[in-house]
């Protein structure tokens, strides 16, 4: 499994940073409860992505995975070496 965690030199939250976890089987996107109680998680299975973006912007890269299902992931904030990183594993997987 590889985790990569959003960027706090582009504005990331210091202490609950977006994460996206790449496993062998799934895409998994976590993002921390605005209370800080738990996490919101989107996982997707490589079987069903249809598509991975990336949009490079001033303050950072935004991530969307596509699914065939109705499940996107949009995440943002990223490093741009992640971002590419992410997109390489998910598409070698596809």
Excluded at 10 to 18: F, H, Q, S
Excluded at 65 to 83: M, N, V, W
């Amino acid at each position: 499994m590889t985790v990569f965690k959003a960027a706090i030199t582009r504005g990331a939250n210091p202490i609950n940073p977006d994460t996206i976890e790449i496993t062998d089987r799934f895409a998994i996107f976590k993002k921390r409860r605005i209370y800080l109680i738990g996490y919101n998680s989107i996982m997707i299975p490589f079987s069903k992505i249809s598509s991975v973006e990336i949009n490079t912007g001033f303050i950072g890269t935004k991530i969307i995975i596509h699914s065939f299902g109705e499940d996107t992931i949009t995440a943002h904030r990223f490093a741009l070496k992640d971002a590419k990183q992410i997109k390489r594993l998910i598409e070698n997987q596809l």
